[in-house]
T-cell receptor, first 115, second 114 residues
């Protein structure tokens, strides 16, 4: 079945460590790609998105993601995490061949950054 | 604050009951989406409305229905509730129909069915 996979369900890092969260999707056609963050008790916020062009996308709060088409991947990275990055991170895809705008989400990765 | 509002914030009800969740989109947004976030299913798209008309349907149960009113607010109706319907229900809105338009999420309504 077509889906979005996030391999790490829980990640624990110390402040200043580097972060990479994996995301793979299984849609064959053109997709739009997103990373959302959900801080404790808050709504989903868009971190960054990729539609086309430069496969390295920079988002808010120092996050970036790289689209690798051949690997169907869109991994999220941050060189140095802070305690305030503790949150749940969701990768999401909009498959463009459906003609609709529904976001298909991965299962999420809970990140805990210890001070 | 995304500009999308949802009420109520929390709802506790019994099995077999019916509830209505309300969403007000950001000012100027014409499209509304509903998503369900549960422990076993994750975040799933339920349904989309655009300017009062149903636009797309996802994994929405027949016991669930939604509508978008002329003032563009939307309601999600859940009936014959089961324990498994306990979840966080998010509403999102976007300015128009099109994959390039960002969806802004509301704070969610946490539904607990006992």
């Amino acid at each position: 079945a077509q889906s979005v996979s996030q391999h790490n369900h829980h990640v624990i890092l110390s402040e200043a460590a580097s972060l990479e969260l994996g995301c793979n999707y299984s849609y064959g056609g053109t997709v739009n790609l997103f990373w959302y963050v959900q801080y404790p008790g808050q709504h989903l916020q868009l971190l960054l998105k990729y539609f086309s062009g430069d496969p390295l996308v920079k988002g808010i709060k120092g996050f970036e993601a790289e689209f690798i088409k051949s690997k169907f991947s869109f991994n999220l990275r941050k060189p140095s995490v802070q305690w305030s990055d503790t949150a749940e991170y969701f990768c999401a895809v909009i498959p463009l061949n459906t003609g609709f705008q529904k976001l298909v989400f991965g299962t999420g990765t809970r990140l805990l950054v210890s001070p | 604050d995304s500009g999308v509002t949802q009420t109520p914030k929390h709802l506790i009800t019994a099995t077999g009951q019916r509830v209505t969740l309300r969403c007000s989109p950001r000012s100027g947004d014409l499209s509304v989406y509903w998503y369900q976030q549960s422990l076993d299913q994750g975040l799933q798209f339920l349904i989309q409305y655009y300017n009062g008309e149903e636009r797309a349907k996802g994994n929405i149960l027949e016991r669930f229905s939604a509508q978008q009113f002329p003032d563009l607010h939307s309601e999600l109706n859940l009936s014959s509730l089961e324990l498994g319907d306990s979840a966080l229900y998010f509403c999102a809105s976007s300015v128009a129909v099109g994959h390039q338009y960002e969806q802004y999420f509301g704070p969610g309504t946490r539904l607990t069915v006992t």
